[in-house]
């Protein structure tokens, strides 16, 4: 007995040691990018049985039942009116986006989905300068015109004009961007666990609302084996784990770093979506993806020096 707790405490010590590691924490970093990268492909999958906002619903209203029951005193400790306020607003913006982003996947491919919400690395510098937050650099004014060409060769790929899943996509990443902003300015000094739960509450009213005003329930047929389990990997993997982990390992990584090795969600968004037969790699496409994922590389690393960071926490 003494010798399984010795073992125990030595593997528990060793297990910390890891954690407090930058390689270890950029592992993390990139496991939650490919799995970010996965849920694409997910819902693409699972939106094609299951209404949109009732997904959103189970989706968000399971995390934050997670994220109460792992992180309560911290919300206790931290409830006060700005706290929820700010909250409020972000779930707001977030919800926003997880709507437009979700009803995009719809008509689109994941992989389209994937590089066009990507686009807002490269809108937060020009999302912050229009709400008055100081001037985008040069070098973000450039990723952001490098990936607007990237944009325009991947929604102009089949020749037609804009798909609405793709401007749906690209209105999203706008949203996405704003809540970066918001989250920058409001949120420093305040508890990311306490007002992340409020963002999740937030965007569970409104997905439920919007689900008792324009949908119906699902059938029960759609409640298969393969759509609970992706139910389950959405909710308690990609929107409260990773987070848990991103929010962790950011801490322990340089912030350039970190935020490059987040993005990577496009590119592997991309690679399973051809994986499992939902895209076509064409030059154009190709091209517009390379493109997209340049400008969020110039963007990340013109942030390097003062700290910056603009990252999503989950698709």
Same mark, same amino acid.
């Given at each position: 007995m003494g010798e399984n707790g010795g073992s125990a405490a030595t593997s528990l010590v060793r297990m910390r040691g890891l954690l407090g590691t930058e390689w270890f924490n950029k592992l993390l970093i990139v496991a939650c990018a490919l799995a970010w990268g996965f849920s694409f492909f997910v819902m693409k999958d699972v939106t094609a049985s299951l209404p949109v906002f009732w997904l959103l619903l189970v989706r968000f209203g399971a995390s934050s039942v997670v994220m109460l029951a792992v992180f309560w005193r911290r919300i206790r400790d931290n409830l006060s009116a700005p706290v929820v306020r700010v909250g409020v607003l972000l779930g707001a913006f977030y919800g926003a986006a997880y709507v437009l982003q979700t009803y995009g996947i719809v008509y689109t491919t994941p992989g389209k989905n994937a590089f066009l919400t990507g686009v807002y690395c490269v809108l937060v510098p020009l999302c912050a300068w229009l709400l008055g937050r100081g001037a985008p650099r040069r070098m973000s004014v450039i990723a952001a015109l490098v990936s607007l060409v990237g944009?325009?060769?991947? &929604? !102009?790929?089949?020749? =037609?004009?804009?798909?609405?899943?793709?401007?749906?996509? $690209?209105?999203? /990443?706008?949203?996405?961007?704003?809540?970066?902003?918001?989250?920058?300015?409001?949120?420093?000094?305040?508890?990311?666990?306490?007002?992340?739960?409020?963002?999740?509450?937030?965007?569970?009213?409104?997905?439920?609302?919007?689900?008792?005003?324009?949908?119906?329930?699902?059938?029960?047929?759609?409640?298969?084996?393969?759509?609970?389990?992706?139910?389950?990997?959405?909710?308690?993997?990609?929107?409260?784990?990773?987070?848990? &982990? !991103?929010?962790?390992? =950011?801490?322990?990584?340089?912030?350039?770093?970190?935020? $490059?090795?987040? /993005?990577?969600?496009?590119p592997s968004g991309v690679a399973f979506s051809v994986a499992f037969g939902y895209e076509t790699l064409t030059p154009r496409l190709l091209a517009g993806f390379v493109l997209i994922f340049a400008g969020i590389v110039l963007s990340e690393v013109g942030t390097k020096g003062d700290g910056s960071l603009w990252s999503r926490d989950a698709p």
């Open positions: 944009a325009g060769f991947v &929604v !102009l790929d089949n020749g =037609l004009p804009l798909n609405v899943g793709d401007a749906l996509t $690209l209105a999203g /990443s706008v949203f996405y961007a704003l809540e970066m902003v918001i989250v920058a300015h409001e949120g420093r000094g305040r508890d990311v666990w306490a007002l992340t739960f409020w963002q999740f509450l937030t965007i569970t009213a409104i997905v439920g609302v919007g689900h008792v005003l324009v949908e119906a329930p699902p059938a029960a047929e759609a409640f298969t084996p393969g759509n609970v389990c992706a139910l389950a990997f959405l909710a308690l993997v990609c929107s409260f784990g990773c987070l848990a &982990v !991103l929010n962790y390992a =950011l801490t322990k990584v340089d912030p350039t770093s970190g935020a $490059l090795l987040s /993005s990577l969600e496009s």
